[in-house]
């Protein structure tokens, strides 16, 4: 017999038995290895995504600039225009960006409804959503009814605190008719 085998043989433990409880020890320890590092990992994750966000936001800069200070003269005619299926080629583009701004919005509800930047996309966007999806811009608010049902979501989940976690966090399925589009549209 070796002294190590003596010693645990003295303190009454087996090799099998000390085995038997360093085992599922190890696991444990490396199962909160595991989500510590993963944690860490998702935490640098989540700011590469806020960042990319960021850089992709400065391109979306002038058309909610117009939407906010010349919605009037500039915004407003296009989507009485679209609204009654009668868009020059010049407003078709005009629309494609205002699309292509309001899709920046739609892929931020659909990172934050993944749990990442949650709290942080609300306090950045909050104040965009407000102005976007507002009584006081009823066709642009219309526009967003029609087309954009997850923006419209997100901003009615940001603008209602009394609505619960759930309702927030689970709203209803929604479905996204399609618009037909221009010879001019990519």
């Not at 038997?20 to 993963?38: E, H, R």
């Not at 919605?71 to 583009?93: C, F, H, I, Q, T």
């Not at 976007?132 to 087309?147: G, N, V």
Request: proline share 6%; hydrophobic share 40%; with cysteine.
């Amino acid at each position: 017999m070796s002294e190590g085998t003596g010693i645990l043989t003295l303190l009454g433990f087996t090799p099998g038995e000390i085995v038997g409880v360093l085992q599922p020890l190890a696991i444990l320890a490396g199962g909160i290895w595991v989500l510590v590092t993963f944690r860490n990992s998702n935490r640098i994750k989540s700011i590469e995504i806020l960042i990319a966000l960021e850089e992709e936001y400065r391109e979306h800069i002038p058309m909610l600039l117009e939407i906010e200070c010349d919605y009037d003269v500039k915004v407003k005619p296009l989507l009485v225009e679209e609204r009654n299926g009668a868009l020059s080629s010049e407003n078709r583009k005009t629309l494609n960006t205002l699309d292509e701004t309001l899709r920046h919005f739609v892929i931020c509800a659909q990172i934050r409804n993944q749990g990442i930047g949650r709290g942080l996309l609300d306090v950045t966007y909050q104040y965009y959503l407000g102005m976007l999806y507002s009584s006081s811009r009823p066709e642009l608010k219309a526009y967003i009814d029609h087309y954009w049902p997850h923006l419209r979501t997100w901003a009615t989940a940001l603008q209602s605190p009394q609505a619960s976690l759930a309702q927030r966090l689970f709203g209803p399925a929604v479905r996204i008719p399609d618009r037909p589009r221009g010879p001019d549209s990519a």
